[in-house]
């Protein structure tokens, strides 16, 4: 294993925490993707009635905690319009944080994730509060900065709410000292809407521009439209097919420009999401038939780090480590 003490350029960012080994958004997660190597607890933030942030990966959250089962809340179960889809369930707008802390974590992909189906129930949801106190606890402990990476979620339609994500979200950051050009454990701030990162810009914090692979997302990857994305963000977290597409047959290809006109343009790159199960990775990586069981993974990751990325998202931050590790090892 490497033996240099610095700190390596390519960043482990524990997506949902270790997700695929715990239920995601839970405490679990979280720390054990900081003790499986990660650098970064990576936390999607919703709001509640009362206008506190919780981790969800949505604002509906009927598929990630016991709320369907729940006969006290039958009542809350609705259809609301996010981003101009309708979605049906429960929301956590709907509930207080004292209602949501009586809700217990399940998970989200019983069927990919059956040993994370195992913990269903353990875990309670967690505040932005505790999930800072968390990184900053394992900071300490384990003697090497884990960051926060937040992301604020469909913050327009929390808006439409009258539940603005940005407000709560700079005070608590800088409650916790976590604002500013010093931080006192690493942060960066992530949405999807450019005029949610563009309100966070006070808290002199890095902003990290996502990008899916839906056609009106196209113009902001070429070299005019990262020059626009620069002037208010730091960083792009692209899809994974936008930095190495996979061909027809399901396996990774040739590198787009992608990374190279990023950093032309003073940009990090970050792309999401990497899974180890079969059912997720390239067809020449999966190994036997269970499409559930881990594959080739480290190759996956090879591939990218060889693609000049600055950081990963990841389910599983060990898998992420150890192909890290052997990248810098034989680089």
């Known amino acids: 294993m490497r033996r240099n003490k610095q700190a390596p350029r390519i960043k482990i960012i524990s997506h949902r925490g270790a ?8 405490m679990g997660s979280y720390e054990l993707g900081a003790r499986y190597g990660g650098d970064f607890i990576e936390v999607d933030l919703v709001a509640t009635k009362d206008g506190h942030l919780i981790a969800r990966h949505e604002s509906e959250i009927g598929h990630t905690t016991d709320v ?12 609301r319009t996010v981003d101009g889809r309708e979605v049906t369930g429960w929301f956590a ?5 004292a209602e949501v802390k009586t809700l217990r974590a399940v998970e989200r992909v019983p069927d990919v994730r059956p040993d994370n189906a195992a913990l269903d129930g353990r875990f309670e949801i967690p505040t932005l509060g505790e999930i800072i106190e968390l990184a900053k606890k394992l900071t300490a402990e384990l003697g090497r900065p884990i960051g926060v990476y937040p992301e604020t979620k469909h913050p327009a ?28 454990v690493p942060v960066f701030l992530q949405s999807f809407e450019a ?20 056609e009106h997302w196209l113009p902001l990857t070429t070299p005019e439209g990262l020059a626009e994305v620069a002037a208010f963000a730091d960083a792009i977290g692209p899809a994974k097919a936008l930095v190495v597409p996979r061909d027809d047959n399901g396996d990774l290809g040739e590198p787009t420009s992608l990374v190279a006109d990023a950093h032309e ?20 990586l999966r190994s036997g038939t269970d499409p559930n069981a881990f594959g080739s993974f480290a190759a996956e990751y090879e591939a990218f780090f060889a693609a000049g990325v600055d950081g990963v998202f990841t389910d599983h931050s060990r898998h992420a480590f150890l192909a890290r590790e052997i990248f810098l090892e034989e680089g």
């Open 19 to 26: 997700s695929g080994h715990r239920p995601e958004h839970t």
């Open 68 to 79: 369907a089962g729940r006969p006290e809340f039958a009542d809350r179960r609705t259809t």
């Open 93 to 97: 707008q709907d509930f207080t944080l």
């Open 157 to 184: 339609h929390h808006v439409s709410a009258g539940l603005e994500l940005e407000p709560p979200l700079i005070a608590a950051l800088r409650e916790s000292g976590l604002a500013g050009p010093e931080p006192e």
């Open 195 to 214: 005029e949610s990162l563009k309100k966070l810009r006070e808290l002199e914090l890095p902003l990290v521009q996502l990008m899916g692979t839906e």
């Open 265 to 284: 343009a003073g940009l990090l790159v970050h792309p999401y999401t990497f899974r180890s199960e079969n059912t997720y990775l390239p067809t020449s």
